[in-house]
Each structure stands twice: as structure tokens, then as C-alpha cells.
């Protein structure tokens, strides 16, 4: 039977076309001169080697850039032993009202973004107004909508290796505690590192969330600040920022599925 040509050509449209506006964002942030539309030779100037107007240099996209590492590390720190801790009791939970907990559990992944935004500001600025918006409202936000995802991912590898391990180590004389932090957490370590830089990726990315959460220019993001400048008269160090968050988010992303692809567990005779 003869293949159809179609198909692959369509997909390599698609994919030209997704990612045409990026490698041109990418190409300016390299620019010699200010021009964002005119090739101007290349040049690492909007990056570091501009004394006023690259981001290293500039305090408003250094600034910018730090809260958001700030916010994906301490994502990544509450995230994933809160998810992990879920993961483990959804797993091993039977009785009434599990499946209604598996459920809620996976609303995050499936409610618009800003409807939950929405939500989480209505919130902080009445319920929990001693919180406020800030820093660690922008956290629990993270928090909050990336622990889905450390849950399905733990899970995951929670069916790979099965009860078998664990009651093999505890018939041996293992109490829970060991047999928790000797044989299920390393066995976990694949899930636990895709798991750590999924939520990296998540948060170091995120929009709606963070600007409904802020509270002045000190709680400003990447992602805020590219959408502040993006229609005004911005230099190429708004590319080269937005080059940086690109490279960082898809380092996560890459070495999570690599991490992610853990070799399954596999009994002993």
C-alpha cells in the first residue's frame, strides 16, 4: 500500500509555522544594533555586554529575572514532596471517597487557567486577606496548579514499580519508615527529578497566575515583564530575555523526559 505524503507534509507545515516567530525572536536577540526587524550583523551586546540595556545590566529585566528563578525554586521545593505525599496516599487509598479525590485532584489540569487565576486573587483579597498578594501568594499559586502534575507523574512510576517491593521489604523485617526512605524513594528518583523540572517549567513560565498574584515591580516576572514591553518600543534585550526563559524551559522539559524514562522496575526471580 502506497503512504501518503499529506499527512507528513502537513505536520512539517505545522511545525515551520510554530516555529518560524520563535527562531526570528531568537535571531534579533543576537542583533549588533537596536533594530528588532532589520539584521544588524550579530553580537552578544543585549545579553551582557551592553553597559546600561542588556539583562544583565538593566535592573528591571535582572530584577525580573531573578523573581522568576526565585518562584520556580521554591515551586519546585513545596511542590513536589506535597505531590509525592499525595501521590503515595491516593495510590494506596481504597475506601470511600478515593475515587471522588482522584477526581478534584485533576481539576487543576482541566480548569482554565484564568478562571483559576480569577479565583485564587478573589481569595487572597478576602478570605485570606493576612496573606495578601505578593511573592508568597504568586507561590501558592505555582504551588497549587503544578501539583497535578507531580501527582499523575509519581503515580505513574507508583504502577511501574508495583506493592511487590515494598512487602518484600517489609516481610524482611523493614519498618515503614525505611521502607519508605530506603526502597520506594530511590526507586521514585526518576519521577522525583521529572517531577522537579516539570514544576520548574510550569512555574517559570506562567503568566496569568503570577499577574494576578503580584503586588508592585518587586513581584514582576519574565513573562509579565516581556507582555509590559512587548507593544511599546522594546530593544533587543526584550529577546534575549525571552531567548534565556526559552533555553531554560526547554533544558526542564528535555532533561525531564529524559529523567522521566526511568527502566522499569523489574521483579527477581
Do not use: C
Not at 9 to 38: C, D, H, K, M
Not at 55 to 83: C, F, K, Q, W, Y
Request: aromatic share 8%; glycine share 8%.
Amino acid at each position: 500500500m502506497k503512504r501518503s505524503r499529506l499527512l507528513p507534509a502537513v505536520t512539517w507545515i505545522y511545525v515551520v509555522w510554530s516555529l518560524l516567530p520563535v527562531l526570528i525572536a531568537i535571531r534579533f536577540a543576537f542583533n549588533e544594533g537596536r533594530s528588532r526587524t532589520t539584521g544588524q550583523g550579530f553580537s552578544l551586546r543585549w545579553f551582557w555586554t551592553d553597559p546600561t540595556l542588556s539583562v544583565r545590566n538593566d535592573p528591571t529585566l535582572a530584577s525580573a529575572l531573578e523573581h522568576s528563578l526565585v518562584l520556580a525554586g521554591l515551586s519546585m521545593v513545596i511542590a513536589v514532596p506535597l505531590g509525592t505525599a499525595l501521590a503515595l496516599g491516593l495510590q494506596r487509598w481504597r475506601g470511600r471517597g478515593s475515587g471522588v479525590s482522584n477526581v478534584l485532584m485533576l481539576l487543576p489540569l482541566v480548569t482554565p487557567e484564568l478562571v483559576f487565576a480569577v479565583g485564587l486573587f478573589l481569595l487572597f483579597t478576602s478570605a485570606f486577606g493576612f496573606i495578601g498578594l505578593g511573592t508568597t501568594a504568586q507561590v501558592i499559586g505555582h504551588v497549587t496548579f503544578s501539583l497535578s502534575w507531580v501527582v499523575l507523574i509519581v503515580r505513574g512510576r507508583l504502577v511501574m514499580i508495583g506493592r511487590d517491593v515494598e512487602e518484600a521489604a517489609a516481610d524482611l523485617g523493614a519498618p515503614p519508615w525505611h521502607v519508605l526512605r530506603r526502597v520506594l524513594l530511590p526507586l521514585l528518583g526518576p519521577a522525583l527529578a521529572a517531577s522537579l523540572l516539570t514544576v520548574f517549567a510550569l512555574s517559570i513560565d506562567d503568566f496569568v497566575v503570577a499577574q494576578y498574584m503580584a503586588s508592585g515591580a518587586d513581584t514582576t516576572t519574565v513573562p509579565m515583564r516581556i507582555y509590559a514591553s512587548a507593544r511599546a518600543a522594546p530593544t533587543p534585550a526584550l529577546n534575549a530575555l525571552v531567548t534565556i526563559m526559552l533555553v531554560l524551559s526547554l533544558a526542564a522539559l528535555a532533561l525531564a523526559w529524559v529523567l522521566g524514562r526511568g527502566r522499569p522496575v523489574e521483579p527477581r526471580a
